[in-house]
């Protein structure tokens, strides 16, 4: 989406002209703005805000809703599954390129950790984000309204695995939720909530350092979070997390946030990968041995030329993604000009992390910050980055507004299943949530449905 946005920006003349066209093939009419889902989880920013709309912000540019099958570059071809290849039932289309931007990203890394694929729940998208904040609001209704100790216990706890940027940040703000939502059930405290962190590293959040993530954990543990540092997560069968340190918490939530992937789209092309299964880059951000062919964000295994260490390569984070497309889009400018090309070279700023409301920890040129002050430069960097004067208006309103008013506390669970009203009034039956993840599921000839349906198959 920026690099898109920046060819409209420095190609308007051409476009105009009609001397080239820009084709954005995409799964969803949005970019998501990721280093905001956990705040959109907690109810802090409005999920269309979270998102940046392509049709209206790439007005210059052509956008396909679909999935890009294969790829032919040798052919310069791409075949394109839309929303309506399966109605008309005549297979996916092909779309001829001069110059091909792969830049699908990342997908959950799920491990074969048995019961994770039935019942665990990803955080990479905002439906994932929004389906894990009706979720943990559904555990607290039922365990407010059953009878059953097990049942309770297992509905209060609530498991993260995976230390990183999303795994914390996703805990704290939920949690953060989760106490304040605690307030308006007559039986409940915020002490009955069980949270658990599983690391399988000595520490959390390695981007900002070692001392500030020590800082972490015990800002965690001073919420009465269980953090477990070097464990890991061996199974989560039969709704009973299994840590390798022997423990076994009976739990309904599972969120999965254990590293990453390359997008399988990158497996069915025949552009050069490295090992981890990510296009083999140039500093330029060419792909390498190719021509008319470029990549970045996360799909892409990009030198980084900064370091001193040999065959270093750039993280695939949000911070270099979001840095390389600007060179990107500047360098297929130039080759079209026959002009000479820039190489990716990024100077390590800082990181930043939320760890709930007004708590934070951020390592920001070369100062270390906690607390409130690295809260606050969490949102202000996040603000500044996130695309269009349009949602950077929204969001700041938003936050202005959750200052003033109190946080809101509805589960809308039932979005995910709208028509489960009116197939009842049709004459259908209402059956249970099976899945304990905020959906009304129909069950099947065969018996109720489990988890395997949840809203996080998507991110693993």
């Not at 066209?21 to 805000?49: C, K, N, W």
């Not at 390695?206 to 540092?229: F, H, K, Q, S, T």
């Not at 792909?287 to 001193?308: F, K, Y």
Request: aromatic share 6%; hydrophobic share 40%; glycine share 10%.
């Amino acid at each position: 989406m920026y690099t898109a946005l920046r060819l409209q920006r420095k190609l308007k003349p051409e476009l105009g002209r009609g001397d080239v066209e820009i084709v954005v093939v995409t799964p969803d009419p949005y970019m998501t703005y990721q280093p905001f889902l956990p705040e959109a989880a907690a109810g802090s920013i409005s999920p269309r805000h979270v998102v940046v709309p392509l049709r209206r912000d790439l007005d210059g540019c052509t956008i396909v809703i679909g999935e890009a099958r294969t790829i032919d570059h040798a052919k310069r071809t791409v075949t394109v599954a839309t929303l309506a290849t399966e109605e008309e039932g005549a297979g996916a289309t092909e779309f001829t390129y001069d110059e091909l931007v792969l830049a699908p990203g990342s997908i959950s890394r799920a491990l074969p950790v048995p019961g994770l694929a039935d019942f665990g729940i990803g955080f990479k998208t905002v439906e994932e984000a929004i389906g894990l904040r009706n979720h943990v609001i559904e555990q607290m209704d039922i365990a407010s309204s059953t009878r059953d100790p097990a049942i309770r216990d297992a509905a209060l706890t609530f498991v993260v695995v995976g230390g990183g940027y999303a795994g914390v940040e996703a805990l704290a703000e939920l949690e953060d939720m989760a106490r304040y939502t605690s307030r308006y059930y007559h039986n409940l405290k915020p002490e009955d909530l069980k949270w658990i962190l599983v690391e399988a590293a000595d520490h959390i959040l390695p981007e900002v350092g070692e001392e500030l993530g020590r800082y972490a954990v015990r800002e965690l543990r001073a919420r009465n979070i269980d953090v477990r540092l070097e464990t890991r997560l061996d199974s989560c069968e039969d709704r009973v997390a299994v840590l390798s340190d022997g423990s076994r918490f009976p739990t309904r939530t599972v969120v999965w946030t254990a590293g990453v992937k390359p997008a399988p789209i990158l497996a069915a092309t025949d552009l050069p990968l490295n090992e981890r299964g990510r296009l083999t880059c140039t500093a330029q951000l060419s792909v390498a041995g190719v021509e008319h062919a470029w990549s970045a964000g996360d799909a892409a295994a990009v030198p980084d030329i900064t370091s001193d260490e040999p065959g270093a390569e750039c993280a695939p984070n949000a911070q270099h993604a979001v840095r390389q497309t600007k060179v990107l889009a500047e360098n297929i400018v130039a080759s079209l000009r026959g002009e000479p090309l820039q190489e990716y070279a990024h100077k390590y700023v800082g990181s930043v992390a939320s760890l709930g409301l007004h708590k934070g920890v951020a390592h920001v040129y070369g100062r270390k910050l906690k607390g409130y002050p690295a809260w606050l430069m969490h949102r202000v960097y996040h603000l500044s980055r996130v695309p269009t004067f349009n949602r950077k208006a929204r969001v700041l309103a938003e936050w202005t507004l959750a200052g003033l008013f109190k946080r809101e506390i509805v589960s809308l669970g039932s979005l995910e299943h709208p028509r489960a009203q009116f197939e009842l009034a049709a004459g259908g039956r209402r059956n249970g949530r099976g899945d304990g993840n905020g959906a009304k599921k129909k069950e099947k000839d065969t018996g109720p449905q489990d988890g395997s349906d949840s809203g996080s198959s998507r991110g693993s």
